[in-house]
């Protein structure tokens, strides 16, 4: 059995766990934020559900799904959740949420319709990540246009999720205040990093680490969204109640 | 009969819950030194996976 379809069931766990726990705070205290980091983390954890799925053989309907929800939008979802949440000024962040939505959608039209070629050799077990890229038309080509928007709806989200997270760190430590959220955002940062990192190194040719990238990009985000909502002030009543 | 100030029932504010004291940034090396330059070096660091990926986007590199 592949370490990488373990460590690709393990991040959907942890995802999927994750999502849960994002939804139901959302549920029970609303903010937009929440619902869309929710939706992020649900994509993050059909993604690399369907990445693990991917590890047992070929299926073009987990391969369109794990390339839409995880290659293509998961970050984009996830840094859109970051600026709701920084972002309070006028409609900029409903705006940029429609803005995503539409894309996502012409996005998913693109990514059932583009041909995929996954035979003679393009498609290969045990690690089919290792030629993921040739399944796909290339890049140059009018079809190829999937791969050119998938660097830009993950350069948005790095941008949304990083930069959000270093700028809240950064503001609670001047302001030295809130110990808990600096280094909540400091292990979201470094969450967000290595799943870009991931991304960028198998599009570069070094996809056996993207599992555990994405793992560990789920496991840093999880610990720091638990550490920064944990030991927030509370009223002294309330505190009592607990 | 004359009114004074101190016959009118005072009416008292319903007592606010106090809000616990905001938790401050110890003032140790691990805060003062090692997590400003984390955050830097992420910074740096996504910001080269930026551009390399942007590279890419603009045909100098090929994905």
């Given at each position: ?16 766990i ?7 705070r ?35 309907l ?42 996502s ?12 070629d996954?035979?003679g ?44 997270a ?10 030295q ?29 070094g ?13 840093l ?22 | 009969?004359k ?9 008292r504010?319903?007592?606010?819950p ?9 003032r ?36």
């Open positions: 059995m592949p370490v990488n379809f373990l460590l690709s069931l393990l991040a959907a766990a942890v995802s999927g994750f999502s849960l726990v994002v939804l139901n959302y549920r029970e205290r609303g903010g937009m934020h929440l619902l869309v980091w929710g939706i992020g983390l649900v994509l993050y954890s059909l993604s690399t559900l369907a990445q693990a799925v991917l590890f047992q053989g070929w299926n073009a987990f391969f369109r799904l794990w390339y839409w929800a995880g290659a293509m939008i998961v970050a984009a979802w996830l840094g859109q959740g970051t600026i709701h949440l920084l972002v309070r000024r006028g409609r900029i962040a409903m705006t940029l949420l429609g803005v995503l939505t539409v894309a959608l012409v996005a998913l039209v693109l990514v059932l319709r583009v041909p995929l996954p035979g050799g393009n498609f290969t077990l045990p690690n089919w990540i290792s030629n993921y890229s040739k399944v796909l038309p290339p890049s140059d080509t009018p079809e190829g246009v999937v791969r050119r928007l998938t660097v830009l709806f993950n350069v948005y989200g790095t941008v949304g999720l990083v930069g959000g270093i700028y809240s760190g950064w503001l609670f430590l001047r302001k205040i809130l110990p808990n959220r600096v280094l909540g955002n400091v292990l979201i940062a470094a969450g967000g990093l290595s799943n870009a990192l991931g991304g960028t190194l198998a599009r570069l040719g996809p056996e680490f993207l599992p555990l990238s994405q793992l560990l990009g789920a496991g985000i999880f610990a720091g969204f638990w550490l920064a909502v944990s030991g927030a002030p509370q009223p002294a009543a309330q505190r009592a109640r607990v | 009969m009114v004074t100030h101190s016959s009118v029932p005072e009416v504010e319903p007592a606010r106090r809000r616990a004291p905001v938790p401050r940034v110890p140790t090396f691990f805060y003062e030194k090692i997590v400003p330059a984390a955050l830097i070096l992420i910074g740096v660091a996504t910001l080269l996976t930026l551009v390399v990926a942007l590279l890419g986007v603009a045909g100098v590199i090929h994905f």
